[in-house]
């Protein structure tokens, strides 16, 4: 049976998406609602207040035949329907935001043709530097090396492949931090749209920086568990780390929720009283470069991190080949496990 304290993490995490995904309408660019440029003041009319309504209660029902769903999965499967879970509740997410935009689409209007460009770097450094970005990768490394040291109870095979995934995954995330810096195109160069979105990209920057060092930390946890049991997902080791997760999560989802997509709940006094712009910007790129709302495949962007539509944070430009590699060291964190579990179990079939 899964350990209680899982079973509350998972639902504390889902809970927590759920009301995420309640104000995410109001968290993003005035002038894009359900991932789709409308004239600005939308949102606040009558229609779009209808269409919020309607896009609440459904996520409401949808969310709790989801929670029913990932009860009875992890009470009949145990861990083992942890990753489904997940899927289960962003299925759900997505049913409920995809039929608000469907709705949404009758009110599109076409962004300003407009275009800024930076011709200076700005705030170009990850925070704290390569030292700091490093520290991950060293700290697995350390991991790595005492586990050498202390091999008794452990297994060499799981202990490569554990590391070797966690790797993939460390690396996928610092390249995003790096494109983040370097890689990603502002909808505002200059002004102080353009400082609330270097804001905004130096906190997501440090929350990436604070998720490297936490899976680093949950990573050296589990391989170091047959080691040390106050290590175990039950013990009061894995309760704190489990409690941390939960904590780091809430204060990375408020920080960016207070700042809005791109900074843009962050307003000067003299733009309130200077009232809305009449010109649509969004992120400045047309509605059918984004599929199904939420996957931007553009080949005449050159960027390769953009701004979500909808949600808090980036995402990749599927159309450039940095993008796949990223994705590729992602996937090594889970497929890297199960290639090696299927590769022990032909390997004990042709044995037979």
């Known amino acids: 049976m899964i350990p209680l304290i899982i079973a509350v993490e998972i639902g504390a995490v889902g809970i927590l998406n759920a009301v995420l995904f309640w104000f995410m309408p109001?968290?993003?660019r005035p002038d894009l609602y359900f991932a789709i440029?409308?004239?600005?003041?939308?949102?606040?009319?009558?229609?779009?207040?209808?269409?919020?309504?309607?896009?609440?209660?459904?996520?409401t029902l949808l969310s709790a035949l989801a929670l029913t769903a990932v009860v009875?999965?992890?009470?009949?499967?145990?861990?083992?329907?942890?990753?489904?879970?997940?899927?289960?509740?962003?299925?759900?997410?997505f049913i409920a935001f995809y039929r608000a935009r469907q709705r949404v689409l009758p009110h599109a209007v076409p962004p300003t043709t407009i275009r800024e460009a930076e011709l200076h770097d700005r705030s170009r450094i990850i925070p704290g530097g390569w030292v700091v970005a490093s520290g991950p990768f060293i700290l697995l490394a350390a991991c790595a090396v005492y586990m050498r040291i202390h091999p008794e109870g452990l297994s060499a095979r799981f202990t490569s492949v554990y590391l070797l995934s966690t790797a993939g995954t460390l690396a996928a995330l610092t390249v995003i931090l790096y494109g983040i810096s370097h890689w990603l195109r502002s909808v505002h160069a200059g002004g102080p749209e353009g400082a609330r979105e270097l804001k905004f990209?130096?906190?997501?920057?440090?929350?990436?920086?604070?998720?490297?060092?936490?899976?680093?930390?949950?990573?050296?946890?589990?391989a170091l568990a047959p080691l040390r049991h106050d290590l175990k997902p039950g013990s009061p080791g894995g309760i704190v780390i489990s409690l941390l997760h939960l904590f780091l999560v809430l204060v990375a989802v408020?920080?960016?929720?207070?700042?809005?997509?791109?900074?843009c709940r962050v307003l000067a006094a003299n733009e309130i009283s200077?009232?809305?712009?009449?010109?649509?910007?969004?992120?400045?790129?047309?509605?059918?470069?984004?599929?199904?709302?939420?996957?931007?495949?553009?080949?005449?962007?050159?960027?390769?991190?953009?701004?979500?539509?909808?949600?808090?944070?980036?995402?990749?430009?599927?159309?450039?080949?940095?993008?796949?590699?990223?994705?590729?060291?992602?996937?090594?964190?889970p497929l890297v496990p199960v290639l090696a579990h299927l590769s022990q179990f032909l390997t004990k079939i042709e044995g037979r």
Not at 37 to 59: C, H
Not at 202 to 210: A, H, K, N, P, Y
């Open 254 to 263: 408020v920080v960016l929720a207070r700042l809005g997509q791109g900074g």
């Open 274 to 333: 200077s009232g809305i712009s009449a010109v649509p910007v969004g992120d400045r790129t047309q509605d059918n470069y984004w599929k199904l709302g939420i996957l931007y495949f553009n080949r005449d962007d050159p960027a390769v991190v953009v701004e979500k539509r909808f949600g808090l944070g980036y995402t990749l430009n599927l159309a450039r080949r940095a993008t796949w590699v990223i994705l590729l060291l992602l996937l090594m964190g």
């Open 37 to 59: 440029t409308v004239a600005p003041g939308f949102r606040d009319d009558p229609e779009a207040k209808s269409i919020l309504r309607r896009y609440r209660t459904e996520l």
């Open 201 to 222: 990209r130096g906190t997501v920057s440090v929350i990436l920086v604070v998720t490297e060092y936490f899976i680093t930390l949950q990573a050296s946890r589990v």
């Open 26 to 28: 109001r968290l993003t």
């Open 72 to 93: 009875v999965g992890v009470s009949r499967l145990g861990a083992g329907f942890v990753p489904g879970a997940f899927l289960v509740q962003l299925a759900a997410l």
